[in-house]
């Protein structure tokens, strides 16, 4: 049996860094607490809009900042391995993840984090 010659196509990008078992489970652990915290803050926010009402607008109020939020929670967390460095590096830049709770990440990634939290600053 021959082989063929037509190039395997590389993981799954060319440029997307791979992740292993153990950095899967470091991400997953940092993208559900910093993803938890956010969701206290709205909870706890919401409950101070909802304990305030006093006309209908109010609750209209309510109703805006609690979608404004889910779009934007919705935006952020995207937990596609593809754009994780990404997604950390915004987190990390908003002080919602720490460089700590992604220790076990390989260099490249810590790298690739830093970048684009300095680019979140600008």
Not at 3 to 14: D, H
Request: glycine letters at 4%.
């Amino acid at each position: 049996m021959s082989r063929s010659s037509t190039p395997q196509p590389s993981y799954p990008y060319q440029d997307e860094p791979r992740w292993s078992k153990s950095e899967k489970a470091i991400a997953r652990t940092a993208f559900d607490a910093a993803l938890g915290r956010e969701l206290q803050e709205v909870i706890q926010k919401a409950k101070q809009m909802a304990n305030e009402i006093q006309q209908s607008s109010d609750l209209w109020d309510l109703e805006h900042y609690l979608t404004k939020r889910r779009k934007e929670i919705d935006r952020k967390y995207d937990y596609r391995y593809s754009q994780l460095t990404q997604v950390f590096g915004r987190l990390l830049h908003e002080g919602r993840v720490s460089e700590e709770e992604l220790r076990g990440l390989r260099d490249d990634k810590l790298k690739s984090i830093r970048s684009f939290a300095e680019l979140f600053a600008k």
